[in-house]
């Protein structure tokens, strides 16, 4: 009897034991802390000064804040609270029961603008105004989607501080990460904020309240997502023009160290993961370009220091807004539903000793540089290279041209051919010199090139189109480490792609291809063809898969392009009726397919997201990406320097073709170029910024139209 009480009591005690180590591995605490006017400029004085115990042992990478339209801290905060990018809309905040809005409680607004009174929670009464407005958005971010899922998994919502610069501007935008469906969530905005006459804006916030705070969240939840917004340094630069140097100084250190001392309280509790986003930085870092914003994570399965990587952008040390929202949902094991395109935050095992967060530091420093001064290289370039076009153009229509000014145009026109490469050589010299001498190094290496080319070889067009096309190539190979960091190449800081190919080089590497056929020209039909689909095949293949290009409209293009040299090439080019479908339906719908294909083998991309969508019935997200792209390039023909060069090459282009009707004798010359034109085109209608590709494509086309031109000339005379 003794025995089976003995036993009795062990299996009690064990049950109660083994519920209280579940309970205890259920716990679970995320911190997020939303830090207005944060900038990297912020981040490089804590690597310089700060406690490294406190930095160093981060997950550290810069975060694209971009949001639909212009950047605010709003609208910035809209997107990163939605994980789709979004708008804010006028006089949005956060208010605690018995505020005022123009004299009259907020309470009483909300139930004049909603009908509704409102419930015990923090009180947002333009709900309904931001919800409509990103409705309208081709974006259409989910508004309290983030709340919604945690409140409908148990898990706690609070939110913590403000921004405010006075009782009658206040600035409380962090709410927006918690608020559920309905604009409801539990907080604390005023308390935790103190007055202090020496700080900016008279108030500073209170370390010990806002973790007291937190302590009682945590003590009487399983699990919980407190939100802090510390407002301090939005209050100190919104300050310094009104401030002493000295003074502000004095105060942006002890800013800088009372906001270490919070954080390393904070991260010394091993059970929480702590999250800090900077939504916008402050306008000094703005205005001198750098507009990416550091992203710290403290925690989970790494507790030493570790790197962030995302599979939206597959870039070290660059993340997306739109990754913020599912690496949140996976903290919690929570799946992450298909209509977010963005996708949880990997740590990777630091195996680099040498490794820390000084790369991040000087990997940003390089995209900044880049960026700041992308707008005065490309402006100086396409404006040389359209005085190029119309200087041989004028050359070309001079009844008589001396062979010297034949050579002369010919080595400018290889020099202005073979310039994009340059741009992938170099763009590692950015960092060690002025942007004024690397174009002219550009200018003067892409001048040497040609003159070489046309002394030593005797087709040189063949040549550079060949060395284009495989160095784009073996770039896209591995990784796209060239493209990435180019002029010509995407930016991080813009967001609107971060690997593959983008639509600068998918012109250029199109054409070098198609310039490698020139050797063809001799061949029969049947063998140019045969040739023709290899190199389609192979374009389509590396402009489409997932681990390389991922460019749709360019790998759409190049079906499209082939399509058409394996018609006229047929037996069906006599019967329009039958041709033109196959063209202009066959052929897109045979391409979308082997589109979709390349994408179902590798990691996921925003081609394999578009997919997804599509096929599971929401037709409407196809309907915004088309606006979306009409929209983008009719914005880039409007302002864009590309326009520039877009416009003279198809104009230079279509007095070619009228004046010279008989100027290519060979039939295999004749295709190359109709497929040239027909890719150029199809660039255009199909890619997001089609003005760009056509503009590049249609260049190369022109130039090498040009350099046929000049050969005939030099050979006639």
Known sequence: MKKSWIIIISL????????????????????????????FEEAEWLL????????????????????????????????????????????WNAFEK???????????????????????????PYLHKLIEKNNSTTFRAPIGFLGETLKQEGITRYVLGNSDLSEEERVRYASLFAIDKKGEVQGELTKV??????????????SNHLL??????????????????????HRLFSNKDMMISSYFEKRYEHTLLSFEQFIQALVDNSNRHVMLVAPMMHSGAYKEKKQLSPFYYWGGSLQHPFELYSETTKQRYIISNVDIVPTILSTFALQVPSSLPGTPLNQLEILDANYDHEDVVDNVNWIFKIYSTRSVILSSYITLLVLMLISVGILLWRQKTSPRWINA????????????????????????????????LLTILSIVLAWLLLKFTKYPLVILGAIQFTVITIDLWIGSPLMQRSYLGYDPIIGARYYGI??????????????????????????????????????????GSSHLGTNAGATLSAAIAWGFIAVKHSSLMKRWKVWLPILL??????????????????????????????????????????????????????????????VTSYILMGIILWRQKNWIKNEREKDILQAMLVTSVALLLLNDSGVVAAATSMFLIVATSYYWLLEERGTRG
């Open 193 to 206: 904020v103190k007055a202090d006459p020496a700080a900016p804006a008279g108030v500073r916030m209170n």
């Open 212 to 233: 007291e705070e937190i302590r009682v969240v945590e003590a009487e939840s399983n699990q919980s997502f407190i939100v802090v917004e510390w407002g301090d340094f």
């Open 502 to 543: 983008g639509n600068e080089y998918a012109g250029v590497y199109m054409i070098s291809g198609l310039l490698m056929l020139i050797p063809f020209w001799k061949a029969s039909k049947r063998t140019f063809l045969i040739v023709t689909t290899i190199l389609f095949g192979f374009l389509i293949y590396m402009l």
């Open 48 to 91: 310089e000064n700060g406690d490294p115990n406190v930095w160093g042992r981060a997950g550290f990478s810069a975060l694209n804040v971009r949001p639909e339209g212009s950047y605010s801290y709003l609208s910035n905060t809209v997107s990163l609270s939605t994980g789709i990018r979004g708008v804010g809309v006028d006089q």
């Open 409 to 440: 145009g010919k080595i400018i026109l290889l020099a202005a051919v073979s310039s994009p490469i340059w741009y992938l050589f170099l763009s590692k010299v950015l960092l060690y010199v002025h942007s004024g001498y690397y174009f002219w």
């Open 98 to 124: 018995g505020e005022f809005i123009d004299e009259r409680s907020v309470e009483e607004h909300i139930l004049q603008w909603t009908g509704a009174y409102p419930q015990d929670s923090l009180l947002h």
């Open 585 to 646: 339906v066959a052929t897109p719908v045979f391409s979308l397919i082997l589109l979709f294909l390349l994408q179902m083998s590798g990691k996921p991309t925003h081609i394999g997201y578009a997919f997804e969508r599509i096929l599971s019935g929401d037709f409407s997200y196809m309907f915004d990406v088309i606006k979306r792209k009409l929209q983008m390039n009719w914005k880039i023909f409007k302002f864009s320097n590309w326009t520039q060069l877009f």
């Open 12 to 39: 009690f005690f064990m049950m109660l034991l083994t519920a209280n180590v579940k309970g205890y591995e259920q716990q679970k605490s995320l911190i997020l802390i939303v830090v207005p006017d944060f900038s």
